[in-house]
């Protein structure tokens, strides 16, 4: 259990964001632990920040940052929660800094295009508003009706419809931080709130994007204003074996159709999962083995145009059309198939409640293949050894901004039985997931598209995955956060102050 | 009040309320089924949590604390206050895709609702009660019905069919209005205008002997006994009276005897329950019912939460909107609306009434924002409270449904 | 939903339609309840709810294509064109 802050620390909290902005109760703590990845629930404690603190401007948010410099206390950031790589999972307590409340639509600057809001805000939420104004924010996570926009820059989020209007990093056009020590500054491309492409200085507005809350609190944000699509587009289509299906998907990666804003390429284990609910896929005849799903957005003579292409495309393919129905049906239900407890199966089939875990590496085109078969016999391990794993299947999506060809959002997802883990388990799955990390690297792709490499069995390849970059990372992190305050442990971050 | 002494309840060894082992076997796999995926796609349509932001208060957070209270690291006195923040709208258990894409295919759905109810009625058996709702619930108790007209105007039993007065209606028969609390005291024009409806659409019906609560905001509120006490004396007027059909105006009333009042009695195969709304609609597609005075006004419709979220009631309010003449509709689709609600569910309003006129605040700006729109329509006795206060405030008229269409066919309302 | 009895909510029986799934009503499914007798056991759903979370999904699902754009273009409206394109 977490020591218990000083009453006086306490006191001076409350003094910054008010009484009603500081919690100490257990509930509050207990209930800021978490995100949706798997969690060693018997470990919860371990987790907890010793206070929570709601603030409602940067200034209360810099205030919160210096009393912590001061006193030498861990601050983590937390939006949503809901990212899946422990991003706002605190590690050494400390005081949890929950950016919820500071979720309003400060200003849509009609003229140039953007609109600037609070971190605390949720894309879904956001684009009722934007609707009445005939715009659109593009960024389309599956966690699109719950994850926050302060969160999706801290995680460097990914969109599923990233190939036709970007992902995070591209749609935010700059953002207001508070640094580790507290200072607020601005960063985007050069100077301007608005300005889309600069050439002057560092390109500061990476840094402080992806960093999973380890440089900085986001504390307002200026995003792109897409014009709201007229049109929309989706079309799936049936292989009996897995490369063809893989070369329809490069083909249509390749197409340069502009409204196309993703492909995707389900395989055989994924379409088997789906079988086991998906009022879509339990009648598909037996011969179905993967699937290729393209979707397209924009106004509806060009999307009308660019979807014949992509047809033409596909009618030269193996696949087959497989209709409007789960065509359009199963694309609009993109956020809400991904995470089902119920799917979980024990070895004799049995219904288990189980946690989905997904790896989510960038894998080049070329390369999925081999890592797929790779992936499968990791799971396949792991699951022959506990009874507590299921292989969910897998499925490669386009990852390029603006772009569709190129390398791929890879995921494996995982059914975890968590009412089951033991230290034993629990070690096996770290080495499965490491495992799964170096496939990834060794085929030349990343640990991550979208998710972040902070957990245990990732974290660990970070170094070998970025080498000379991972030291400039440490003597970054050292220059910006002298006291290590800003969500201490993550990333072997703390490596950076052993070697001092 | 079912209070139980110290030594009845589990206890940690600090003295502190842990939870009972029927308690987890009951509801252990429904709050993993939450904690275990963890989507968090309810924390946006939740109304109290767009008001107050603390995820102590999301649905999630209902079902982890199950988990965390299980493994001993919270108690019941931790999260007692936690979990009066929910009106009990529905929309998070609906929109969890462990309801909304698996619960039929699974038969297990998400259940949030219950969860509360019964984390609410294990505080009230430890003794840990809201001093609000024990009041509410004590009042509510002796006179029969709920102190909607505050603490001190009895709403008793002997009173409830006060609104009726002049409108000659019988006693018991083979249907009756069910009209008890906020609708027989607080507006009583909901009662009036349907019961002038149903007359108009030529439906026998009498008046309860003496119509008690349904009790639903007693299992709302964890005042279980005194729910029950409620349902079963209100099932015994019915079969005193003859009655096998009980028309309900108040979508509270409904939802309270469909989900609760079966498991308390083998024979309730023998009555049949219906929405009012649902009486008037067939009434009017079937022109039994016609509505001839023009209502030259522009409004929009509240979806109430127990219609809409939790019986999937939204066509037929729709239906006869359309049918009232010279009225303008400006409709907000019912899905939009999974993230609306007055604020006024579960008694929220007598224990946190700040955060019911913010949610209620909010509903009414939402309709201001509607263009030409200055009336609110709604369907439920319970939300037109709050948002009658809060269009005041901001010169949005509230109706009831079932006053406008007795205004549109003719009746004094 | 015209009025609410009991007797009227109890599910009709399954027939097989997969390994593992079942189905009880036109256009869905179920899983087969012996899946569901070892780890997690299934609920008593009435008739109504049944049908409302199978309705909500679909309008749901609808309303989420119009949260993101206006209209649908069908593919095979093109490709019945291209198909006359020859």
New interface residues.
Partial sequence: MAIALEGSVVDELIAICGPEGVFTGRSALFNRARVPAPFPAHRWEDHIPQAVVLPTSAEQVSEVVKLANRHGIPVVPRAGGTGLTDGAVPLNHGILVDVKLMNRIIEIDHGNRTVTVGPGINMLKLNEELRRHGYFYPDDPASYPCSLVGGRIGTSGWSLIGARYGHTRDLVVSFEIVLPTGEIIRVGDGGGRSTRKSSSGFQLKHLFIGHQGTLGIVTEATLELAPRPEAEFSAFFSFSDYMGAHRLTGDLSRSGVATLGGVVLFDEMKIAYLRRDDEAYIPQDESVRAVVACASYGNADEVRAGAKRLLRIARASDGSYMGDEISQGDWWSRHDRYATPQHGRTRDGQVALMSWHCEDAAIPYTELPAVREKWHAIASDLIQRFDMFDDWGMFAYTNGAHKAWGDYLTEIDIGIWESRWTDESWAAWVDAKREIGRVALEHGGSLTACHGSCRAGEVDLVPVELGGGFEVMKKIKRALDPNNIMNRGKYLLDQAYEEE | MSDTTASERETDGNGRSTLPAEFLERWR?VA??C???????????CPVMQVT????H?P??FQ??V??ME?G??TLE??AD?YVHCTMCGACE??C?????????????Q?TIDVVKAMRALAVQNGIHQRNWKRWAELTDRWGNEPVLGWTRETSGARVRAWAAGLDLPTGGETVLFADCEAAFKRPSVPRSVAQLLRACGIEFGLMEQQWCCGGPMWETGYVDIAHRMAEHNMLDWRRTGTR?IICPDPHD?IT??EHY?ELDDG??EF????AL??IA?ALRDGRLKLTVPIERTVTYHDPCRLNKR???WQAPREILRAVPGLTFVDV????QWSYCSGAGSNLWVEKPEITAQISSRRIAKAR?LPGVDGLVSACPWSERPLSEQGAAQGMEVFDIFELVAEAAGFEV | MLGFRLSAQTPPPARPVTDGVVSRFEHTYEVDPALMTEHVRQQQIPNWDFRRIVDSRWEHLHWMRDHFADQVIAASELLAELEAEG
């Fill in positions: 796999d993993y089924n904690f275990s995926s963890g989507h968090k796609f309810c924390r946006e349509v932001r603390d995820e102590r999301t999630t957070a982890a604390n988990v965390a493994k690291h919270l931790d999260v936690d609906l929109r895709p462990n309801t909304l894409f698996t619960g039929d295919f699974y038969r297990f759905r259940r059909r409904y005897i469909v079966p309730f195969d049949e329950i219906v929405l649902d009486v067939e019986l999937g009631v689709d019912h899905v939009t924002e």
